[in-house]
Structures are given as structure tokens and as C-alpha cells.
């Protein structure tokens, strides 16, 4: 289906070989040391702890944090953490496995965007550019839902141009116009209507621009949009019947309210994502601009590729402009536009690589990736040295546990910064590119497995010791605090006392979870006094006050930079 029909039979076996060395080599790259960091908090173990939940009830229908109903997003990635768990396990690596997947998957959508848009080399290119993208590559290894949503969005958006390419009423337009719609519904159930919202902004602008209105009576807008709904009503449909008080919060609430206000807390200015795509372009950073002004030029000239150029300088630029005039903005936010911005660089980068003479503007971004090297060596290096020295409390501790990150970034940085330039006097522009990709997946890879020895939020190190003291029958308690990864960890639920949060309209609107989420302080202590065991993790800021409310039942069995683990009789 990718390959066109008038391509050489060789030209089509090459797709599939392709497919699948970068599946092999990116995916490696990709998964390797998954399971080497703890759960980040809050993130990583909220959306670990929704597909446990799912894995350990069997209910697929009503979504749960801590046994608490949870309705802000759609289960379908929650789903697939399922059914990771029931085959591999409650690891770390099997609830990062889903998101790195997906990862890959983006990676191979760009290869495919590349060679079926443009050229092959372009295709393979544009699938090294995204693997190697330091925001893709950090995204890619935390469970979150925005790399699955992003690739559903660019499978849709691809989809389509795919198959406007396709002869009209052939299999293969019929084909992807059906991917299109299914894609879309997917990334609605993974994270709710931008799912649909985008694709037909980015689609419907383009058949403005293009004056293609006929399009419309080509695009099977009936049978697909029948397709849509039903993958993705049935489950609305289902809890909002179970729960009547789904309707109101997941669609004005976590929808409408969140896109034109701050009730999230989440408010950055107009301008949020620039820093973020500058810095998590690395080491592609040089040619993000050349290759954005490049696309924008090209899709202003009249010529046989100007609608796919538009086409791709819409897919970016119009997300981009929805997310920034949102009130709401979080860094993965920019997912859905990596894909066609990797095949841009690719598209750019390609063809200056293979001229002869060198291109000032690919030279010139080679000495920048050098300069921004140099600098993050020098601002890492300051940092590991001064950093502790120059802040207090937890900052400074937290400062100190990242030196061996701040080591690495020295490091890797540094020899990037050297490589480079080195490669560039030398006049070797492929040999200064290539150097700098390895480098950056090298540092990658180092950041990220040094970071496993230095997690100061997570509550792992309490979880490993309660699962080997606690028994089914005792009570396990957070004071004050909820750790999101303590349920997951220790595959049960916890009581919690004292806590307020994103789990309170849950709780407000099933009044049996006050059984194990309350306010009631007496009743914390009425059972900490009965016959049961109880276990009780406390923020270390609280010790004094638990000391003196526990009195003699107050047994120290832990005890982490930031947490207490007590019982109230000696094990």
C-alpha cells in the first residue's frame, strides 16, 4: 500500500526492507534500559496506575486512579498499558513499552511521509531526524499520552495526503481514507476531541487554500465519519450512563474549559513553545529555522509539490497556533507537529548534504549546533559545581543528586561541541552531521540511565520494603500526601488522609471512596490505635506532628530525603 503501482518491483521490496532496519535499529535505540529509571511523579505513575487499575478490576469502562473514578482523558492508551501488563508483567518496562512503541511508530510514519512525498533518501532521513530529536526521544520514554496521541494525529494527517495522491476510487485511496478516519477516532479515544478538531482544522484550511472544494465529495465524508463514531460513542456512551457526571466534566470541563481558560493552572504565554522546539530540537536545532522558511517559501511557489508543501507547512504551522492560543500549554503538547517537522529538516538537510559545493546555511547550522554544544557544556559544568552551593533546602539536594546528569551533559556536550567543529575545519559537513547525531543519542542514553540512581520524589525504595513486611490484610497509609507510584509499586490500593487534588471530583462524586480517601484526622488515628497493622508513609515535614499524635506507636522502619515509612507495632 505505500509502494505506488508504477514503481520497479525492486523500488517496492525496499520499502519493506527499510521498514524494517529502522524498526530494528530506532526501536532498539528506543527501548533500550526502559525499565532502568523509577516511575517519574506525578505523570508516569498516574498513567501506570489507570492501566493497573483496568489489568487488576477488569473494568474497561469507568477509569480509576486509586480506585477513585478518573474522567479526564479516554481509556484507549490505559487499554494498551492493560494488556501490557497482563503479558509482561507490572515493571517499569512494561509500562513504558506502549509509549516507546509509539515512538517507533512515529519514526516510521516520517520515513513514509519522506519517501512517499518526496524521495527515498528524504524518507530515511526524515525517520533518523525524529529518532535522534532530543523532545521525541525524552518523550518517547515516559508514559504519557501525548506521543500515542501524536501519532495517531500525524497517521491521520498523512493519511489523507496519501490518499489525495492515490488514483481516484482506487483500493489504495479507499484504503487510506479509511486509516484517516480510524486514525483520527484512535487519537480521540487516547485524548479526547483535538483528535478530530485537529485533523479537520489542518485538512480543512488546506482545501481552502488549494480552492479544492470537490475534494469533499471524494473523501467518503459519510462511511467515514460512520467509521469514526462508532469507535469512538460506544464507550462515551457506556460511562456516561454508568456515571451521569461524566458528561459535564469531560466535555465542558476537560474540553471546552481547559482550551479558553486557566482552571488548570496551566497558563503560558503566546510565545511558550518557540523555547521548546529550539532546545528540543537538538541536534537538528541548526536547521529548524532554514528548514521552516524553506517550506514556507516552497509552498508559495506554483509547481507540481506546492500542495504537498502547503500541506506540511499547515500540519505545522496551524497546530502550533492552536496550542499557543490556548490558555492551557504543557511541553508535550507539541507531538502532533514532530513528524512533519522532522521530514522539513530531512527535506532541507537531504539535498545540501549531497551538493557538491557546501551550502552557507547548512555550514552556518553546524556552527550553531557547535555553539549551543559549547554552552550547554559550560552551563552544565556550572551548574554541577556552583548549583548546591548557590541554593538551599531541597534545591540544593536536588542540585547535588544531579551532578552525575550534569557530568554526563558536561561531557556529551562538550565533545559534541568539539566533533563538530573539528569535522568542519576539516571540511567534512556529512562527517560533522553524523558526529553530532551520535553524540546526542549517546548523551541521551547516558542522561537517561544515570537518572535511575536519582529519583529523590520516588517512593520505590518505601514500596520495596512494604512489599516485603506488609501482608494483604494490613493497612497502608499516605499522611498528608498522595505518592502517585505508591499503589502501583505495591499493586493495591492505599488509604490516604489529608489529601486534595486532581482525584476530588472522583471522590465527591462516589462517596464509598471516603472509606480509603478521607479528611478526618481522628479517624487516621482511631485506626492507627485499633488492632490492625498499619503502615503510614509521612513527608518528612510532618514527622514532628505524626511523632507526637502516635506516641508509643510510633515504629520508624524507613526513611528516604523525602519520606517516612512508620507502623504502629513492631513487625
Same mark, same amino acid.
Given at each position: 500500500m505505500f509502494a505506488h503501482p508504477t514503481e520497479p518491483a525492486q523500488a517496492r521490496r525496499l520499502w519493506f526492507v527499510d521498514l524494517v532496519v529502522l524498526a530494528v535499529v530506532i526501536g @532498539?535505540?528506543? +527501548?533500550?534500559? #526502559? $525499565?532502568?529509571?523509577?516511575?517519574?511523579?506525578?505523570?508516569?505513575?498516574?498513567?501506570?496506575?489507570l492501566g493497573r487499575e483496568i489489568a487488576a478490576t477488569g473494568d474497561w469502562i469507568t477509569p480509576r486512579i486509586?480506585?477513585?473514578?478518573?474522567?479526564?482523558?479516554?481509556?484507549?492508551?490505559?487499554?494498551?498499558? @492493560?494488556?501490557? +501488563?497482563?503479558? #509482561? $508483567?507490572?515493571?517499569?518496562?512494561?509500562?513504558?513499552?506502549?509509549t516507546a512503541l509509539f515512538a517507533l511508530g512515529g519514526?516510521?510514519?516520517?520515513?513514509?511521509?519522506?519517501?512517499?512525498?518526496?524521495?527515498?533518501?528524504?524518507?530515511?532521513?526524515?525517520?533518523?531526524?525524529l529518532a535522534t530529536t532530543l523532545l521525541w526521544f525524552a518523550l518517547g520514554r515516559i508514559i504519557l499520552l501525548d506521543v500515542p496521541v501524536g501519532v495517531f494525529l500525524s497517521l491521520s494527517l498523512l493519511a489523507f495526503m496519501l490518499a489525495v495522491q492515490a488514483a481516484p476510487e482506487s483500493r489504495t485511496r479507499k484504503a487510506w481514507l479509511y486509516t484517516m478516519y480510524a486514525a483520527a477516532a484512535a487519537a480521540t479515544m487516547t485524548k479526547g476531541l483535538i483528535g478530530i478538531v485537529l485533523p479537520a482544522l489542518v485538512i480543512g484550511l488546506w482545501i481552502v487554500l488549494t480552492w479544492n472544494w470537490r475534494l469533499l465529495l471524494q473523501v467518503r465524508l459519510l462511511s467515514g465519519l460512520a467509521l469514526f463514531l462508532a469507535l469512538t460513542v460506544p464507550w462515551h456512551v457506556a460511562v456516561g450512563v454508568q456515571s451521569p457526571e461524566f458528561w459535564h466534566f469531560y466535555f465542558i470541563r476537560e474540553h471546552l474549559e481547559r482550551f479558553t481558560t486557566t482552571v488548570h493552572g496551566r497558563y503560558q504565554p503566546w510565545w511558550f513553545f518557540a523555547p521548546i522546539l529550539i532546545v528540543g530540537s537538538f541536534p537538528w536545532l541548526g536547521f529548524l529555522a532554514q528548514a521552516l522558511v524553506r517550506n514556507l517559501r516552497d509552498a508559495a511557489i506554483a509547481g507540481p509539490h506546492r500542495t504537498v508543501e502547503l500541506y506540511l507547512a499547515l500540519w505545522f504551522w496551524a497546530i502550533l497556533l492552536f496550542f499557543s492560543i490556548s490558555d492551557s500549554k504543557l511541553i508535550p503538547y507539541v507531538t502532533p507537529i514532530m513528524v512533519p517537522l522532522a521530514i522539513l529538516i530531512a527535506r532541507y538537510v537531504g539535498p545540501a548534504l549531497r551538493e557538491p559545493a557546501p551550502k552557507l546555511g547548512l555550514l552556518a547550522g553546524l556552527w550553531i549546533l557547535a555553539g549551543f554544544a559549547a554552552l550547554v557544556a559550560v552551563a552544565a559544568l556550572a551548574v554541577g559545581v556552583a548549583g548546591p552551593q548557590l541554593a538551599s533546602g531541597d534545591l540544593a539536594q536536588d542540585l547535588a543528586s544531579a551532578r552525575p546528569y550534569m557530568g554526563w551533559l558536561c561531557a556529551g556536550a562538550g565533545a559534541t561541541a568539539a566533533a563538530i567543529a573539528f569535522a568542519l575545519l576539516r571540511g567534512k559537513r556529512a562527517l560533522a552531521l553524523g558526529l553530532s547525531v551520535a553524540a546526542a543519542a549517546a548523551l541521551y542514553v547516558g542522561v537517561d540511565t544515570t537518572m535511575a540512581d536519582h529519583q529523590p520524589r520516588s517512593i520505590k525504595p518505601i514500596a520495596e520494603i512494604l512489599r516485603e513486611v506488609a501482608t494483604p490484610e494490613d493497612e497502608i497509609a499516605a499522611y498528608r500526601t498522595y505518592p502517585q507510584d505508591l499503589p502501583v509499586y505495591l499493586g493495591r490500593r492505599v488509604t490516604v488522609m489529608g489529601w486534595s487534588g486532581e482525584l476530588d471530583f472522583g471522590r465527591a462524586a462516589e462517596p464509598a471512596t471516603q472509606e480509603w480517601m478521607f479528611d478526618d484526622e481522628a479517624e487516621l488515628w482511631r485506626r492507627w490505635n485499633g488492632e490492625r497493622t498499619v503502615y503510614m508513609v509521612v513527608p518528612l515535614p510532618f514527622e514532628a506532628t505524626v511523632r507526637a499524635s502516635a506516641g508509643e506507636r510510633f515504629v520508624e522502619l524507613a526513611r528516604t530525603r523525602r519520606h517516612l515509612l512508620v507502623v504502629n507495632r513492631i513487625p
Open positions: @532498539a535505540f528506543l +527501548i533500550a534500559f #526502559l $525499565g532502568a529509571r523509577p516511575l517519574g511523579v506525578p505523570s508516569e505513575a498516574r498513567y501506570a496506575e486509586n480506585g477513585v473514578k478518573y474522567f479526564f482523558k479516554p481509556p484507549l492508551f490505559y487499554w494498551i498499558q @492493560a494488556v501490557s +501488563i497482563h503479558a #509482561l $508483567g507490572l515493571s517499569e518496562f512494561a509500562l513504558r513499552l506502549a519514526c516510521l510514519l516520517a520515513y513514509v511521509g519522506g519517501r512517499a512525498l518526496f524521495d527515498r533518501p528524504t524518507g530515511l532521513l526524515a525517520a533518523l531526524v
